[in-house]
């Protein structure tokens, strides 16, 4: 009791301004309500716990088959713990494919589109949201049509326009088109956002003297901060993961991304299960360290854009 009386305390010290106003009485009102756990609770504590493992399962099976020889598996199936510890498929990946330079190129690639499209998504939504340009609606309403366009509708109409650029087989290509592509939902959501902005403070912006870009730059920036976080982190792993286009468009083996290598790995009538195991295993760590780094930013961000 002593315990959660004092987390009670530390939680209420952190979170309220007017410490020194609460009472031994109303202390030990908090320490009860925290203590006391209905059924309910308990219950939707059990089916998160396990659908988290459900979710962790195919993780668990690769980490599993990450670790085994070729032999192992297939004397054991893909469910049992391997009998040693073997590193055979990451060397082989790793020196088949040339992963250091497939890494580089995916982080390349990736980070430049995600700065771009939250830019031009910026900009965008500032003229949209804000700006109140003409025939914004329709505008944002075809935005949203080509966010829902399959990429494979879009693949002919890009080679055709990449080629006659001199951009095929260019990383550059793979930029572009997904600099576009991203910023069309990032218009899409920012805009929404944008248009919901207080008028107040753009007028009283605008009677101080300020112009469009002053009012951009240090009042509509600085408190979209949180939620261009959010989709900087989105985009970069959307890009990652990215594989029908930079597959059709990118054929030199220096150039390609991680996701087109794993696939290299698969051929007509055979598949490594073990090294195609090891090599997800690795693909996944970029990605999972990225995440980790920014992890606070994001849950900042979806916090701010939810109490907003």
Do not use: C
Not at 118 to 131: D, E, K, Q, Y
Not at 226 to 232: A, D, E, K, M, Q
């Amino acid at each position: 009791m002593t315990s959660t009386l004092v987390s009670a305390e530390q939680d209420y010290e952190y979170n309220s301004p007017d410490q020194h106003k609460l009472t031994p009485k109303e202390l030990k009102e908090i320490a009860h309500v925290k203590k006391n756990r209905t059924a309910g609770d308990w219950v939707a504590l059990a089916l998160l716990i396990i659908g988290a493992l459900i979710m962790m399962f195919p993780f668990i099976v690769l980490l599993l088959n990450a670790f085994k020889t070729p032999a192992d598996y297939n004397a054991s199936g893909p469910l049992a713990w391997p009998k040693e510890l073997s590193f055979a498929g990451l060397s082989t990946f790793w020196q088949r494919v040339n992963f250091p330079e497939k890494v580089w190129n995916s982080i390349w690639t990736s980070g430049l589109v995600a700065v771009l499209a939250v830019v031009l998504s910026m900009f965008n939504a500032f003229a949209l949201g804000i700006g109140r340009v003409k025939g914004r609606k329709w505008i944002t309403l075809l935005i949203m049509l080509a966010n829902m366009l399959p990429q494979e509708a879009m693949l002919y109409p890009l080679y055709t326009m990449f080629k006659g650029m001199g951009l095929y087989n260019n990383p550059w290509a793979i930029v572009i088109i997904f600099t576009v592509i991203q910023s069309a939902f990032g218009t899409y959501l920012l805009s929404s956002v944008f248009g919901t902005f207080p008028k107040s403070i753009l007028e009283a912006a605008t009677i101080d003297g300020a112009s469009r870009w002053r009012i951009f730059k240090d009042v509509v920036f600085p408190i979209s901060k949180p939620t261009l976080s959010v989709l900087l982190v989105f985009f970069f792993i959307w890009t990652w993961n990215e594989y029908m286009i930079p597959l059709a468009f990118l054929v030199d083996n220096s150039s390609q991304t991680v996701p087109i290598a794993i696939s290299s790995l698969t051929g007509d009538r055979l598949m490594d299960v073990t090294t195609t195991a090891s090599a997800s295993l690795i693909s996944i760590v970029p990605t999972l360290i990225f995440f980790l780094i920014f992890q606070r930013t994001l849950s900042r961000g979806i916090t701010a854009g939810a109490v907003k």
